[in-house]
């Protein structure tokens, strides 16, 4: 406000300025046209004031002298809303990205072509992230974290990549091998499962926290922890748990216990079938976290002079112009 009522001072100052000088221009002319009649009066003048050309001329003046008055006092009032900073306001809705993701991939062969699918999609994700952070664990008969959670994304990508390629056997010892086959048995997703919601670090972080679980849920030995077990923890650190599950429909119970966990920590379980793919399922998790962390609605003030500006622009361009014209 103080900057506000120093700009108008200024601008009243500049405009009382030019008034005092064309003031005393028009007062020297006139001392000087007074002057030069004592030394050379003209008769009649009185009839050439009558003429139609004089009165038209005088006409013209008379206006353009009212028009630079008037555009003296448009530039001014104008150059006053600039000095006030005129504002506007607008409703928005804010979407907070702070979200924490882990992938949490079952590497039992039977869920290879699965895996390679959501690394595939969470690639192609990538350009649009902003905020979010990935982290990548798999497991078999032993979890093991690729990478932790981390908003690099080059960083990211390099490692989804790797991991991909690594179902290609292509080496004698894959890399989704390393360090997963050190338990007994296979597809232990007790473990897995809780490995993967150990992984989400500052608990105390306003954040939202999902696991995308892709598994196909055919346990083959005895896990450290339980299903249940893991989703208790899950629930209990705010970890919502996303199951995908291929062979959904293949054995009932089993399928009912996956989703019967991913429940109850408040996510779901998807099962793939023709017409359903990963990216399909990812988008719906995606679309459910962003609900959650919509903000409340907000009134942001902003300054808006351009307009202002503009016409004070021409009020002052025009003002120079016809001052130019008149030739004071």
């Avoid at 100052?13 to 009649?37: E, F, P, Q, S």
């Avoid at 008037?70 to 000095?83: D, I, K, P, Q």
């Avoid at 990508?157 to 007994?184: A, K, M």
């Avoid at 009932?252 to 019967?260: I, N």
């Amino acid at each position: 406000m103080a900057l506000a009522n120093g700009w108008l001072v200024l601008v009243g100052v500049g405009v009382l300025l030019v008034a005092l000088v064309v003031g005393l221009v028009l007062g020297l002319r006139r001392r000087g046209h007074a002057a030069g009649g004592d030394r050379a009066r003209i008769a009649r003048a009185e009839r050439l004031r009558s003429l139609p050309a004089f009165r038209e001329a005088l006409s013209r003046r008379i206006l353009a002298l009212s028009g630079i008055l008037l555009l003296g006092a448009l530039t001014v009032v104008t150059a006053g809303v600039v000095a006030a900073r005129p504002m506007s306001s607008q409703t928005i809705q804010p979407v907070d990205t702070s979200r924490d993701i882990m992938l949490c991939l079952d590497v039992s062969g039977s869920m290879s072509e699965v895996d390679v699918e959501v690394l595939t999609v969470f690639e192609e994700l990538l350009d649009g992230f902003e905020g979010e952070r990935i982290g990548l664990t798999i497991f078999n008969s032993s979890p093991v974290q690729i990478f932790p959670l981390t908003d690099d994304y080059d960083f990211i990508r390099t490692h989804l990549e790797s991991i991909r390629e690594s179902f290609d056997f292509v080496e004698q010892v894959p890399e989704h091998w390393v360090g997963t086959l050190n338990g007994n048995g296979a597809s232990l997703i007790g473990d897995g499962l809780a490995a993967c919601a150990l992984g989400f670090d500052h608990p105390d972080d306003e954040r939202s926290r999902s696991v995308i679980f892709a598994t196909d849920n055919e346990v083959n030995g005895a896990s450290i922890v339980t299903l249940e077990e893991a989703a208790a923890y899950a629930a209990s650190n705010g970890v919502r748990v996303f199951a995908l599950n291929p062979v959904e429909g293949k054995d009932a119970d089993v399928s009912a216990e996956l989703a019967a966990a991913a429940e109850a920590t408040g996510g779901a379980a998807f099962g793939l079938r023709e017409t359903t793919t990963v990216g399909d399922i990812v988008e719906q998790v995606r679309e459910q976290d962003a609900t959650e962390l919509r903000g409340e609605a907000q009134v942001v003030w902003t300054d808006t002079p351009n307009l202002w500006i503009v016409v004070t622009s021409i009020a002052l361009l025009s003002f120079v112009v016809l001052l130019w014209r008149v030739r004071l």
